[in-house]
């Protein structure tokens, strides 16, 4: 239930960390978009035959000493149905390799819009006599904006095919302040949005402490992201901004609490792009991944103890 | 530039309204299914297929009375890559009938991810030598939460697409005040949404004095709609919620200026199953549909005037 599976991966790996699939082409080496474009054109369906081969050798590479992979669905839909068809191949593989697979698509409607997103990305479509997972992820971001509604959907769907959700509280990006650190009755939105999630947790309560629905905590706000460790003690949270964005080991430290868990971080250029700014051979662009994964999980298990 | 296309489309056909293609396959009539099953199984293909031959009698029989549709995007992602795939081709169907597409997927993130779901939906992606649109919107449904750099790439494609934006500001469902009725300085988050809408509009300036980046703001809270209509001058307005949620026409009529431009009124449900309400052969479906369309125009300028 709840997040339980992703923390156990994390104990089983030793590893707080998920690898971010966020394919550009141009973080793909040229012999393998080439070989794409050979077979399909350049075309969608070349693009995102080139994105699943660079993912599965990313996958392959990483599985066992990475928990997690977060496929970033706006990649995906850059390149149109194939690049969707690639997104759910992805998360296929990963998971067939045993790795947990958090949807990053931060979706977000009322309630019987929501109700089609959580079958789509964490339950199945009932089709005649068939239920079929569209993309069959074990977590989604969701922005909860439209309020408690907007969540129950997904809540159900979570309690019947053991799923997360993770709700954006504080975004990594320069601007996240323009809502989020406005005050409302003496504290920020984000501890409004902080407070919700405690409040909907309750209703996925899990066997580490920490609830079915976390909390997105950019890791570049690091005494933000102490202080609502402290506040959401049963909120899971993903911290994305670690690496290309910024945010180093010291500045997510406070997403883990005395036991070292309560977080996973993510990275997504620094490991995808990792070959590029080694300078290795392209072909050798999954071993430069791993190593990048190696060296983050330890820069991360060396702060939090 | 800006949502002036939407805008003359409305003024063309005398109707501010928009159909939202939202089809579950239990909207659909069971012969159109299962035409759809007997020749792709009671798969994702076979019900995206459904989907799409739905969609199409929809967009044949209104497309000279309605301006526009609004494609949800969780319904076809319920239904997976094929569901996309659908989504493609139902957008590529209006648009070759002359109608505008609001590509309702209130997508958010960070500034870097957000230049691929602008792309995705609104532009083209690079493919080679090739520039590929995705999915060719007019206009996609977009949340604010992350402030002003998860709105800047869409801004970018905008003007260079001719597209526009619709950011959520006073949704329709009943716990939209959850966040959004909080007070910030004496107002309500909506009402910051809403001037944010404004500020950013300023970079898409239109020729009928409303800008590219409209607002969301339900049907259901009529005085709210009246409201932000006079604070928010240059700012269009989607209106759902009319129909099967609740509002009716005296509900959206503070959408509009004294000239009844201003806004466009969604219905889904009530255009989509107006077959089931009616009671007619299903064979009618896309015939109740035009009928519900007319008597939703009717009904809506009989208030605007």
């Given at each position: 239930m709840a997040l339980d599976r992703l923390i156990e991966a994390i104990k089983r790996t030793g590893n707080p960390s998920v690898a971010g699939?966020?394919?550009?082409?141009?973080?793909?080496?040229e012999y393998m978009v080439n070989a794409a474009f050979d077979e399909y054109g350049q075309t969608l369906e070349g693009a995102a035959e080139a994105l699943l081969s660079f993912n599965k050798g990313i996958i392959d590479a990483i599985c066992d000493i990475v928990p997690a992979v977060k496929p970033q669905a706006a990649y995906y839909e850059m390149y149109g149905w194939p690049g969707m068809r690639t997104l759910a191949k992805t998360i296929e593989y990963a998971k067939s390799k045993g790795m947990y697979v958090i949807i990053d698509g931060k979706r977000n409607d009322i309630g019987s819009t929501m109700e089609a997103y959580a079958a789509a990305h964490l339950g199945t479509a009932r089709i005649g006599k068939n239920t079929i997972p569209a993309f069959g992820g074990d977590a989604l971001t969701v922005n909860g904006y439209l309020g408690k509604d907007g969540i129950m959907p997904l809540i159900d769907v979570c309690r019947i095919s053991d799923a997360g959700i993770f709700v954006l509280v504080k975004t990594s990006n320069p601007s996240s302040g323009d809502l989020q650190d406005k005050i409302i009755e003496g504290k920020p939105v984000y501890h409004h949005m902080g407070r919700l999630c405690e409040e909907w947790g309750r209703m996925l309560p899990g066997r580490?402490?920490?609830?079915?629905v976390g909390a997105v905590v950019g890791a570049t706000w690091p005494e933000q992201l102490s202080e609502l460790r402290a506040k959401l003690p049963h909120t899971f949270f993903l911290v994305p901004g670690y690496g290309a964005q910024g945010g180093g080991a010291a500045d997510v430290k406070g997403a883990f609490d005395k036991d070292g868990i309560g977080g996973v971080v993510n990275s997504s250029r620094g490991i995808l792009c990792a070959w590029k700014k080694e300078g290795c051979a392209p072909e050798d662009y999954a071993g430069a991944a791993r190593r990048e994964a190696l060296r983050m999980k330890n820069d991360i298990i060396a702060v939090i103890g």
């Open positions: 699939l966020d394919p550009k082409l141009e973080y793909i080496p580490y402490g920490y609830s079915g």
